[in-house]
């Protein structure tokens, strides 16, 4: 504005050597307020972004030292059992959101759940390779180390990742990784395209492919020889749940009925 105000002047005014010192050190002096208060915007914006960090970040450490003065304390005799083995007779595979507890919606101690969480809730295919891969090796571990009993998929009411699979290419080209990855979630994404009433109806079209990706993420563990093998003697159980945050409701996916059934 202040520099928009000093060009107006050069164009159209004729003035004395001293009107003319006078207008220029009046849009001087405007352009330096002006220049003064962005400034001191720009740094009380940087105050509170710094605010928020250390807040957040003590809020962590805060955490800390209650769980060490009042759960630890209450829970001493279990962690000393957990020191030295663990034992969980569940392998939980459920999605990153934060909005999300296993332990908590399981009513479940530290040492009953092993967990593995990635962009909703996704199970690769099995395949042997010499690459870094995650999410196969926790499922090895927890069946061939741990020797688990149950494997649980827990998928969850709006969710981002399976909101995902309907994103164009441009809204996902900055996420090149995230893209790869719910390509094991496409199966779903074909099944449910197929449906006009699910493309017309977006609330709707939700919540199906969460529970659909649930039942396909439950074909896929069967794709691993061992959980196989042991599915088919009825050594393990491979469960699916659907799980509505707002609510706190739960939904177990029913192989004979084939629908998800609410846990009461």
Not at 23 to 40: C, D, E, G, H, Q
């Amino acid at each position: 504005m202040a520099i928009n105000s000093f060009l107006m002047i050069v164009k159209t005014a004729t003035f004395s050597p001293t009107q003319w010192l006078y207008s220029s050190n009046l849009a001087l002096y405007l352009f330096l307020v002006n220049f003064r208060l962005t400034s001191i915007l720009i740094l009380i914006l940087l105050l509170l972004s710094l605010f928020k960090i250390f807040s957040t970040m003590d809020y962590l450490f805060e955490g800390v030292k209650e769980f060490n003065s009042r759960d630890f304390i209450e829970h001493e005799e279990l962690f000393q059992s957990l020191g030295k083995k663990q034992s969980p007779h569940t392998l939980f595979i459920g999605c990153s959101d934060s909005r999300i507890v296993p332990s908590l919606i399981t009513q479940t101690l530290p040492g009953e759940l092993f967990v593995v969480r990635n962009i909703a809730n996704l199970v690769p295919y099995y395949r042997d390779s010499n690459e870094f891969l995650s999410s196969t090796s926790a499922i090895e571990y927890a069946i061939q180390m741990l020797n688990v009993s149950n494997i649980l998929i827990c998928g969850h009411s709006n969710c981002g990742g399976c909101n995902a699979l309907f994103f164009d290419e441009e809204t996902l080209k900055n996420l090149p990784h995230t893209r790869k990855w719910l390509e094991l979630a496409w199966p779903v994404r074909e099944v449910v395209l197929r449906e006009e009433e699910l493309v017309r109806d977006p609330v709707k079209r939700e919540w199906v492919t969460e529970q659909l990706n649930i039942i396909e993420q439950m074909n896929h563990l069967l794709t691993f020889p061992y959980i196989r093998e042991r599915y088919a003697r009825q050594e393990i159980n491979i469960l699916g749940w659907y799980y509505i945050i707002e609510t706190g409701e739960i939904f177990n996916y029913d192989k004979e009925e084939r629908k998800f059934i609410k846990i009461e």
